[in-house]
């Protein structure tokens, strides 16, 4: 089949490199002309698992191209996708000015029957704006082409996008006209060798599943890490506490770990443009705004501990004169992605209250770099941070970080004192080691009988 994506983007590369991996011939289009040439050259402007090698695989192959002309990537094309970004407005709402951009271009490009497919995360009633823009301008251009258009949320894991397109949980198709949805259907059947998992559903039910999911994904987070706030008050023990919960299948155990705070390009955005789209219908989502807040609080916990363990009576800057060496600056693990990742927080309150930071983590320092600039030192190798530093802050939990030197951070470091946002170790442990440590939810001498 004959497709192209608009948007060079996290989304749009990961559908590129998969549709064209089942032997589709996909074009992805991009306004950025560094981009595109980066990319023609097989150079990847994002770090995933797998991607890089997929695209160039492809590329060699034939059945991957790059291009900022539009014109002829829609007429070539059947299916086109639309996979640019809707950043959050002042108001938290989805800005569409890209996606309807795309759309225009669609509609003063096409030449025949063509299947527009809204792939990025977009709020309810967004294909209708999207049909309207493209109706508009094939009338301006005084033509009538028939066009069709589909909500298909992406459902992707950072760090994990390449399996989770090639093997999905779900498939998400919105549209309103059978025809269309067996073209759909055609498009993702490589992708259901094992089991379909593809849904059909009305567009607006579509547009707000992606929404739905990632929220209560979201809920689950910030509901844990209240639970863990108020087992550190009550002597419980959070892990303790999830496997208890986490047994009864109507829970499960997905998405229980407390940590820091989500971050990232979808959480933050999707919460903020979900509670915007209830209020423009008059509801308010009560639920959604406490989960935002309890959020934003969360990415202070970490700092708080800090100042509580090494902090001075100066009001202003507690921490001053302090070196925290910090592991992990990404909103997780397998991704260079800092968007919204709760380190940033984590860091700028370690900075305004005097303290020196020193930072690690796998594949995000040059996007720190954005950041912070000087205003952090930084290392590739995890270890060398440590030396003289009065404390270590765990803050993404990288694999590297599971089971490391623990003689040699006790050595490296002024004090033994490792303040644990992900809790990657055992209280025992670090107890019998001779360390002061902090994780979130839990005695840092373990509980007896619980989960270590």
């Not at 299948?249 to 955005?269: A, E």
Request: with cysteine; aromatic share 8%.
């Amino acid at each position: 089949m004959k497709i192209c994506i608009f948007g060079a983007g996290y989304v749009g590369l990961v559908a590129a490199a998969c549709f064209a991996e089942s032997g589709n011939s996909v074009i992805t289009v991009d306004i950025d002309r560094s981009r595109i040439d980066n990319l023609t050259k097989g150079i990847i402007p994002i770090y995933e698992p797998g991607l890089k090698e997929m695209i160039l695989r492809n590329q060699a192959e034939g059945r991957l191209t790059f291009t900022l002309d539009k014109e002829t990537a829609i007429r070539s094309s059947l299916v086109c996708f639309i996979a640019v970004g809707t950043p959050p407005g002042e108001d938290g709402s989805a800005d569409l000015k890209y996606v309807l951009g795309v759309a225009r271009d669609i509609g003063r490009a096409m030449d025949g029957y063509k299947i527009v497919v809204d792939k990025s995360t977009v709020p309810v009633g967004t294909a209708d704006k999207v049909r309207a823009a493209i109706g508009e301008e094939l009338s301006n251009r005084s033509v009538d082409f028939e066009y069709d258009v589909v909500s298909n949320p992406e459902f992707l894991k950072e760090g994990a996008a390449i399996e989770d397109f090639m093997k999905p949980d779900r498939v998400v198709i919105g549209c309103d006209n059978v025809r269309t949805a067996e073209i759909m259907k055609e498009l993702y059947d490589p992708f259901m060798r094992k089991q379909n998992r593809m849904i059909v559903m009305d567009i607006r039910s579509a547009e707000m599943t992606k929404y739905a999911a990632n929220a209560m994904l979201a809920t689950r987070i910030s509901f844990m890490n209240q639970i863990a706030g108020l087992c550190e008050r009550m002597g419980a023990d959070v892990m303790a506490v999830r496997e208890g919960i986490g047994s009864d299948s109507r829970i499960g155990y997905d998405f229980l770990f407390p940590g820091p705070g989500y971050g990232g390009s979808c959480f933050p955005k999707d919460v903020k443009a979900l509670i915007k789209t209830a209020e423009e219908a008059h509801y308010d989502f009560l639920l959604l705004k406490s989960v935002e807040e309890v959020n934003e609080l969360q990415k202070e916990v970490l700092a708080d501990k800090l100042i509580k363990k090494l902090g001075t009576p100066d009001e202003e800057q507690p921490l001053t004169g302090r070196i925290i060496a910090c592991w992990g600056l990404a909103f997780k693990p397998r991704t260079d992605d800092m968007r919204e990742a709760p380190a940033l927080t984590i860091i700028e309150r370690l900075l305004s209250a005097g303290a020196t930071v020193r930072a690690h983590d796998p594949e995000a320092l040059k996007e720190a770099q954005h950041h912070f600039g000087d205003r952090i030192e930084y290392s590739t190798n995890q270890y060398a941070i440590l030396d003289g530093a009065d404390a270590l802050a765990i803050i993404t939990d990288w694999n590297e970080y599971r089971n490391p030197d623990f003689d040699r951070i006790k050595g490296a470091l002024r004090s033994p004192l490792i303040v644990d946002g992900r809790n990657l170790y055992k209280p025992d442990r670090m107890a019998a080691a001779g360390f002061d440590y902090a994780p979130l939810g839990r005695s840092s001498s373990g509980v007896s009988g619980g989960v270590k």
